[in-house]
């Protein structure tokens, strides 16, 4: 079986928090790697409520350095310094992320030598590629630099460990290695064909797109995405003032879902004007019916 990518919502709001909606901030876990999405001011108790522990965040990835989506990096990382985080805590962010991190660490972390941050400021493109996965960066259209971020299992050969079993193959053995190669091997005089044990474990894709306006680059960046987690601040009555403040309205979020394929569509950073998110997920819903309203704490897998 598959190992999943599970996603937990720690915030789904925008610029004011209200009682259902904390900050910003998405975490996503597949095997050792723990993934976090934007650190909205207050993401330090969402990740208690939610009983994860932030000292196995492994890389960050900050969409855009505005208020909402930044303000608990300072107490996030004198969490982890004061509690001897022992890796390398990789942060990624579009830019000027050099420049703002530098001045963080001289005023909030104080003694830097405890915590090892490595900083990458980057443009769009393949920022990590691993044997297993790749993580992507897009640029955005906002009015400060903003990146939308994907996460994507890359499709592999897996071996059927059921049919292995009744080989009886020595543990450790090479021999494994060719099999799942789908090559033929010969063992204790007989042929073994590794095409008839292999099956192919699909690609899958976790895209999030925050803070910008509507635009093609955001539609083919999120071509075939299992989970589309994407802005949708302002209603469809609002669309003027979303084009003025460079965000989307919910059936702008939807085009995209519709237009790039992708299976679901989860909606977040709503204004704190939306209490009852109802007019939002209907609008969406008529263009792309696979949409919910991500709300604080929700856990999906792919």
């Not at 000292?55 to 350095?65: G, K, L, V």
């Not at 690609?203 to 071509?223: G, H, L, M």
């Not at 979303?242 to 790039?260: G, L, P, V």
């Not at 007019?279 to 263009?287: G, H, M, R, S």
Request: charged share 30%.
């Amino acid at each position: 079986m598959a190992e999943p990518i599970k996603i937990n919502f720690l915030g789904t709001g925008s610029a004011v928090p209200t009682k259902r909606r904390n900050h910003p901030a998405v975490l996503l876990k597949y095997k050792d790697e723990n993934l976090l999405f934007d650190c909205g001011e207050g993401t330090q108790k969402q990740f208690r409520i939610a009983e994860l522990n932030p000292c196995r965040i492994t890389r960050i990835f900050i969409s855009h350095w505005h208020g909402d989506h930044v303000f608990g990096l300072p107490g996030l990382l004198q969490t982890l310094m004061l509690n001897n985080y022992s890796g390398v805590l990789q942060i990624y962010g579009p830019r000027g992320t050099k420049r703002t991190m530098e001045l963080y660490k001289n005023l909030f972390i104080g003694k830097q030598d405890s915590l090892k941050i490595e900083v990458k400021e980057i443009t769009s493109g393949i920022i990590v590629d691993s044997k297993e996965f790749k993580i992507e960066a897009q640029e955005m259209q906002h009015d400060a630099p903003c990146l939308a971020y994907s996460f994507t299992i890359k499709e592999k050969n897996r071996i059927d460990k059921a049919k292995l079993k009744k080989l009886k193959l020595p543990e450790n053995t090479p021999l494994i290695g060719e099999l799942v190669k789908g090559k033929t091997i010969e063992f204790e005089g007989k042929k073994i064909d590794g095409k008839k044990l292999i099956y192919k474990e699909d690609s899958r894709k976790f895209t999030y797109i925050i803070d910008t306006s509507f635009n093609k680059d955001a539609v083919d960046f999120a071509k075939e995405s299992d989970i589309l987690i994407c802005e949708s601040t302002y209603a469809s009555e609002e669309a003027e003032e979303a084009r003025e403040y460079s965000h989307m309205t919910s059936t702008q979020a939807a085009e995209i879902a519709k237009k790039s394929k992708s299976k679901k569509l989860f909606l977040m950073h709503l204004s704190q004007r939306y209490e009852n998110p109802k007019q939002i997920l209907d609008e969406a819903k008529k263009v792309f019916k696979e949409t919910k309203v991500a709300e604080d704490f929700d856990k999906l897998e792919i």
